[in-house]
């Protein structure tokens, strides 16, 4: 199987220009083909010579990935189910707003953190996705459904620091002037809390966004959650928060899912709202959203308005995350692959 071109960032695909021949500068041009353009042959890249075209499509391919389903919800919220070329499947959403489209790219196959609240990790763990299977999301949305999109979020289905350096990879194209040209602050990696990808992640000193899966506020209940706490304990979680914000001079943001009964008192309100502080935080709070075979549910509208107002009331900068397409379980957490697929 030909490897897709798009696993290699410009340096390289100068190293694959020069040693096919040609001088250096082909690579950029191939390069904007690829980004701005969304070739998806080399064919088509008319200002590059015959021979290197001919010999990248000997050795390469450059097809983003293909949906095998495209469900609408009523919110205008769109969900592409992807099949891998190991038929694996993954899911990417686009969620249209007034002044943005968001894309929600997916990283991994499966996911190993098992959090208990998220369809993703009852799949278990298949494999990493490559740079060109990350892209591939993004670049299908943008050219072949002709979406303008603002804003790249790596909310998607899998853990963007437990596949980093195709992330990294990843972002530099999306962000590059010659490649998809999307700003570094419209681009947000969310994370369980893999501490020493959090400290490495700083030392990038970028300005993406960094999110932050909180979702409880004491060791206990983080843990009952999300099994990744008793590895990487809130005591941890927070140092490497607080080295974050020192080295970037970002704010993070904090994602915290409402749970009724699990992480909805006033004690947890409290707790949450003495971490946000400590950071300057910006809270995202999200209902729960319904996953299949799990007894958990969202607090009432009452109760989560409460817990919003009382975190504005401490000067916390804490806003609702509406939690769009749930109608095609398209939600936070709710990206299954092959599991929602009917086809798979
Ligand atoms: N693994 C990364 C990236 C996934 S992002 C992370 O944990 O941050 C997906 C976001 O949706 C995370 O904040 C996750 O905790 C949240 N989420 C998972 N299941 C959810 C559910 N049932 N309802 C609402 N949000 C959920």
Known sequence: MKENIRNFDISQIEQIVLSMGEPRYRAIQVFRWLYQKGAETFTEMSDVPEKLRYNLGQKYTAKFLEPVQTLISKDGTKKFIFKLYDNNFIESVMIPEK?????????????KYNCVFCASGKLGFVRNLEVAEILGQLLYIRFKENIKISNAVFMGMGEPFDNYDALIKAIRIINARDGVNIGARKITVSTAGIVPKIMEFADMGWQVRLSISLHASDDATRSLLMPVNRKYPLSDLLDACNYYVSRTGRRITIEYILIDGIN?????????????????????????????????????????????????????????????GSDIDAACGQLAGARSCACG
């Open 99 to 111: 002044d943005r489209n968001t894309v929600c790219i997916s990283t991994q196959v499966g996911c």
């Open 264 to 324: 909805d008192a006033e004690k947890h309100l409290y707790g949450l709202g003495k971490i946000s502080k400590r950071f300057r935080a910006d809270v995202n709070v999200i209902p729960l959203s319904k996953i299949r075979n799990s007894s958990f549910s969202p607090p009432s509208t009452e109760k989560i308005n409460w817990f919003i107002n009382s975190l504005k009331k401490m000067g916390i900068r804490a806003t609702l995350r509406d939690s769009r």
